[in-house]
């Protein structure tokens, strides 16, 4: 079986397109911006989802831990409040 091809980060391999309007480069927010993750804010919360409905590493998002922890509570909390789906349904 062929491997498939993949970055070093885990996902397919996309040339320069982003990760499903997620942040193409890290540190992409700057220091003295602040940031607050709205549950209510679906289009914003997508940006840091992928295709599957997983929630992008910060290791890619160059969000800081405590900006990552926010986002997750939201995005937790958003799926809950089924404000966006916790899988998509291609995957299921």
């Not at 491997?3 to 040339?15: E, N, V």
């Not at 890290?26 to 940006?47: C, G, I, P």
């Not at 840091?48 to 890619?60: A, E, L, Y």
Request: aromatic fraction near 10%; hydrophobic fraction near 35%.
């Amino acid at each position: 079986m062929k491997p498939r091809a993949t970055s070093s980060h885990g996902y397919k391999a996309q040339g320069n397109k982003a990760l499903n309007g997620a942040l193409t480069s890290k540190k992409k927010v700057s220091k003295n911006q602040v940031v607050f993750f709205d549950y209510r804010d679906e289009r914003k919360l997508k940006r840091f989802i992928n295709d599957q409905g997983k929630i992008i590493p910060r290791r890619i998002t160059g969000l800081s831990a405590k900006e990552q922890n926010l986002l997750t509570h939201s995005v937790k909390w958003a799926r809950f409040l089924a404000v966006i789906p916790y899988v998509v349904d291609e995957y299921k």
